[in-house]
């Protein structure tokens, strides 16, 4: 049974007797201790985690585990020509367990490759929404302009 489905019994509890003395503060305190288990699952999830500058996160796995990993990501610079080109990295560089970070360094080189590998799908999604933002706004504007000149298609 979920916890939603409790708090709904326990509503139903409440309205059939009343909410009168005992039953009342019982509720009370189910609502209290619930909202505070929801608060640390939530903190030992990584909820409200914010990464390092210049780093963002993924959620992987280890295992069966969901784990949050903090990922290191340099863009690409230099053109070879004036200045040395350094391609982009993205490195894995902490693993939130049970609500404490511990240094990637400590995980075998598949697991790191893993995260790496996740860090680039997470890279890729995101230039391609931001391109779909971009194409988004493009074909608006031009609906907009077009509207404004009162040209049809």
């Known amino acids: 049974m979920g916890i939603f489905q409790t708090e709904d019994r326990a509503d139903r509890a409440a309205s059939h007797y009343g909410a009168e003395g005992d039953?009342?503060?019982t509720i009370t305190t189910l609502r209290r201790e619930r909202d505070e288990a929801l608060a640390e699952l939530a903190l030992?999830?990584?909820?409200?985690?914010?990464?390092?500058?210049g780093c963002f996160h993924v959620t992987?796995?280890?295992?069966?585990?969901?784990v949050l990993v903090e990922i290191e990501h340099e863009a690409e610079t230099g053109d070879g020509w004036n200045e040395p080109h350094y391609d982009a990295t993205c490195t894995p560089i902490q693993v939130?367990?049970?609500?404490?970070?511990?240094?990637?360094?400590?995980?075998?080189?598949?697991?790191?490759?893993r995260w790496t590998d996740a860090a680039w799908e997470h890279l890729k999604g995101e230039r391609e929404y931001a391109s779909e933002c971009?194409?988004?706004?493009?074909?608006?504007?031009?609906?907009m302009r077009r509207e404004e000149l009162g040209v049809r298609l």
């Not at 992987?60 to 969901?66: L, R």
Request: proline residues 2%; glycine residues 8%; aromatic residues 6%.
């Open 23 to 25: 039953l009342a503060a």
């Open 44 to 53: 030992l999830r990584g909820g409200g985690q914010t990464p390092q500058r």
């Open 60 to 66: 992987s796995f280890i295992d069966d585990a969901e």
């Open 96 to 113: 939130l367990i049970n609500g404490s970070w511990v240094d990637a360094c400590h995980f075998s080189e598949e697991l790191a490759a």
């Open 134 to 143: 971009r194409a988004e706004a493009l074909a608006e504007a031009a609906a």
